[in-house]
């Protein structure tokens, strides 16, 4: 009996982690990666941030939009670019490995995308990745007004 409630309480476990994990499961549509600007706002709003962590606390990184840096990921930072040209840019960072992310912009629409770090063999490995409106506001809001 024992060994049947380990098992048990094994697969609710994994089941409890794997509906948490944002990487499993069925992606976000169109509407939960972009909220709606007010109405006639001819600029789209892409709001870079990386929450604060322990983990490569001490170390910054480059974020570029296309081939111009526009951002320094730094622990607990952010910054709210504003784009008026439509269509995709291309996001990118680099230490010891390289993330890349492109995002679709529209005029009167704002992304939220996430920088955060990994461990590395020398130095952090960036992570770019757009996250959902809901989990870019709430993670933004615990971010002071830093810009």
Do not use: W
């Not at 996001?91 to 492109?102: C, G, Q």
């Amino acid at each position: 009996m024992p060994r049947l409630l380990c098992a048990l309480f094994a697969v609710s476990v994994a089941t409890c982690f794997a509906g948490c994990s944002p990487k499993m499961g069925a992606s976000l549509t169109a509407e939960q990666l972009s909220a709606a600007l007010p109405a006639g706002t001819p600029y789209a709003v892409v709001h870079l941030y990386r929450p604060g962590r322990m983990t490569g606390f001490a170390i910054g990184y480059d974020v570029r939009l296309n081939d111009s840096v526009v951002y320094r990921a730094r622990n607990s930072s952010r910054l709210d670019l504003q784009r008026s040209k439509p269509g995709p840019v291309l996001l990118s960072a680099k230490t010891e490995a390289r993330s890349e992310l492109t995002l679709t912009v529209e005029p009167g629409r704002e992304y939220y995308v996430q920088c955060s770090i990994g461990m590395g063999a020398l130095v952090g490995r960036p992570h770019l990745q757009q996250v959902s409106v809901a989990q870019g506001t709430k993670e933004l809001a615990s971010i002071s007004g830093s810009k």
